[in-house]
């Protein structure tokens, strides 16, 4: 089966600019994850989709970041305007139930100049 | 509330080595514990969990992981280190408030000499 896709794999972009990220979820699961690893530190959760719907959001730093799940299937992750701070490796993770090991995507680097 | 702490963010083995990547948890119910690793330019995969059960815990590639509650550790071993193992570990526990989310280590990058 294919796996979590995000892209991009990378992104640069300067302060103040939008930035959107796409995961495409295994397909079948309903549960979508975001986390993100700022440099050198853990990696941290950011938000928990069941189809559609946000189940979990909290991890979501501030107003600054969207999150979507168009008809429960891929996820786009909205960064406006971005600040320095956000930048970081973006991870999306998928699986059928919701607590037994995830499969993750390779990551978006993104890095606001 | 749970959270893991992994010990060295840096170790490095020679190749045939033993392989020991050191985890501890804090869990006020029953921990699920899980290690990932990340190869260079790929995504997390996970190595192996534990959920209960066992408590020697067999993952791929040779890895293992004893849960041991009385020292609520989670340590991460191989018996020999391979060039390939070279990688970034990271241990987690599956945390509950209001839907089920991994709380993550630092993580610890393995250099894998030759």
């Known amino acids: 089966e294919a796996g979590v896709t995000q892209f991009p794999s990378h992104s640069v972009i300067e302060k103040g600019q939008t930035v959107t990220l796409r995961c495409d979820p295994i397909s079948g699961h309903d549960n979508l994850y975001w986390y993100r690893r700022v440099m050198g530190k853990e990696i941290k959760f950011l938000l928990h989709f069941v189809k559609e719907s946000k189940q979990d959001e909290s991890g979501m730093p501030n107003n600054r970041f969207l999150a979507e799940r168009t008809g429960g299937t891929y996820s786009t992750l909205k960064v406006q305007p971005a600040e320095l701070e956000d930048s970081g490796v973006y991870f999306c993770?998928?699986?059928?139930?919701?607590?037994?090991?995830?499969?993750f995507g390779s990551g978006t680097r993104l890095t606001v100049v | 509330a749970q959270s893991v702490t992994q010990l060295g963010s840096h170790v490095s083995v020679s190749e045939g080595a033993l392989v020991l990547l050191r985890c501890n948890y804090s869990s006020s119910v029953p921990p699920y514990l899980f290690w990932y690793v990340q190869y260079p330019n790929q995504g997390l995969q996970l190595l192996l969990k534990y959920t209960s059960a066992a408590t020697l815990v067999k993952g791929i590639n040779g890895f293992e992981a004893e849960f041991k509650k009385s020292e609520t550790s989670f340590h991460l071993t191989k018996p020999s280190a391979h060039m390939s193992d070279a990688a970034e570990y990271f241990c987690?526990?599956?945390?509950?408030?209001?839907?089920?989310?991994?709380?993550f280590g630092t993580g610890t990058r393995l250099k894998v000499l030759a």
């Open positions: 993770a998928s699986s059928q139930d919701s607590g037994n090991g995830y499969t």
């Open positions: 987690a526990v599956r945390a509950f408030s209001g839907t089920y989310k991994y709380i």
